[in-house]
């Protein structure tokens, strides 16, 4: 169940704004995400007193399917699935969303926005804020307006990518890369997933997964135990992987930026 807490400008160093230099604000004390931590301090502050943190349940839906929302998701520990139905009923992944982005674009640039079904792939927190307030701070152009249209434009690539890699890429090295491209994402230890959820997002069956799982397990390559998977050789899981992988690592490593005031 989706739990919103208080928005940030009542907490910590975000109340005493006013008090702080654009020097010393702390913004990587207030969140982890790569497009926020990319703004100067100033454009920061004017959204802060619209934020608000709020926390996800794995399998939650974000967005239902060609439905509307008011509200944009900026993931902090929580990543994203952004699905789509086939016409034979399988559900196949077409873009992954973590901290390096952001979820529901569609409601700031569109007249009339209409949601791609997004569910929580790893259950944890984003900052939320509603359009209306997000808007005029993406129209004033400038820096912020600026990562966005960096964020989109490699978010475009990356749902490209995916669905070459869904036609022409064998179910193993898709399998790779999606494992890698969830693990840069989650910054833990372990993938708290069945092989049930993982075969549903990839759009395979249980069956098919189930024997590529061991054959990696076999090589010493993951270990899975109820629920969870551990990759423990990271570079042989790179080379079993597709090129989707590399490409989607650069992609990534392009969006760290560094704050500039």
Not at 28 to 36: A, H
Not at 160 to 182: D, V
Request: aromatic letters at 12%; hydrophobic letters at 40%; a positive charge.
């Amino acid at each position: 169940m989706l739990k919103v807490s208080q928005p940030f400008v009542g907490k910590g160093f975000a109340s005493h704004w006013n008090q702080v230099s654009r020097e010393t604000f702390p913004i990587g004390r207030l969140t982890n995400n790569t497009l926020l931590l990319a703004l100067p301090s100033i454009d920061f502050a004017r959204l802060l007193p619209h934020l608000q943190m709020v926390s996800f349940n794995s399998g939650e839906d974000i967005y239902q399917p060609d439905g509307t929302s008011e509200f944009l998701y900026f993931p902090e520990t929580a990543v994203f699935s952004q699905l789509n139905i086939l016409a034979d009923g399988r559900t196949v992944e077409t873009a992954m969303i973590g901290y390096e982005g952001i979820a529901g674009l569609s409601t700031i640039l569109s007249f009339q926005p209409k949601t791609f079904w997004t569910q929580t792939l790893i259950a944890g927190i984003a900052l939320r804020i509603n359009a209306k307030n997000f808007k005029p701070e993406f129209g004033r152009g400038g820096f912020l307006q600026a990562v966005l249209l960096d964020y989109i434009n490699l978010y475009v690539a990356h749902i490209s990518q995916r669905a070459i890699c869904n036609i022409h890429h064998r179910i193993e090295e898709r399998f790779c890369s999606w494992l890698l491209m969830l693990d840069d994402r989650n910054r833990k230890s372990r993938l708290i997933l069945t092989q049930e959820q993982i075969a549903y997002f990839l759009g395979v069956h249980r069956p098919t997964l189930t024997l590529i799982a061991q054959d990696l397990r076999n090589n010493g390559i993951i270990d899975y135990i109820r629920g969870r998977i551990f990759i423990l050789n990271r570079q042989k899981l790179e080379q079993s992987a597709c090129e989707c992988y590399s490409l989607t690592k650069k992609n990534l490593a392009y969006l760290s930026y560094n704050q500039t005031d």
